[in-house]
């Protein structure tokens, strides 16, 4: 066998530096995806809570105006427009940290049934989330 000067045992100093330096670059460029995935969850939270708040009021008021014992909203103005504020955490005033959304409601009397519209802002999306549902009275929602 020939006998060979150099040891193929082990690493050398410059394959360590090198790895490191690849594992550095690595990380270094998932570091800077940080800051854009808080920003994607925060909008993405802030979406699902509109979401919820918007699902809500459409059903407060579509079982309000389905119970024929219910006065009709738009017998002094038609449409009925509201508007409300609704923290986050679902308290009455906002707690630290806590989002408020800007809840709009429109109720429109269409003789034959009602239109309700609800619209949902937060800071940071003016336009927000929008849904519409027709409404008409069943006397079986009678309470």
Partial sequence: MSSSIYSNKGLTLIEVLIALFLTSVGMLGLLSLQPSAWNLSGKSDRLGRAGGILHQELEANE?????????????????????????????????????????????????????????????????????????????????
């Fill in 63 to 143: 079982v309000m105006l389905m119970n024929p014992n219910y006065p009709n909203p738009c017998l002094a103005i038609n449409p009925l427009v509201t508007t409300k504020d609704v923290n986050a955490s679902g308290q009455n005033t906002p707690q630290p940290g806590d989002v408020t959304f800007g809840v709009q409601t429109t109720v429109q009397d269409n003789v034959t049934h009602w239109t309700v519209r609800v619209r949902v802002t937060w800071p940071g999306n003016a336009n927000g989330i929008s849904e519409t549902r027709t409404v008409i009275r069943q006397e079986p929602f009678r309470f």
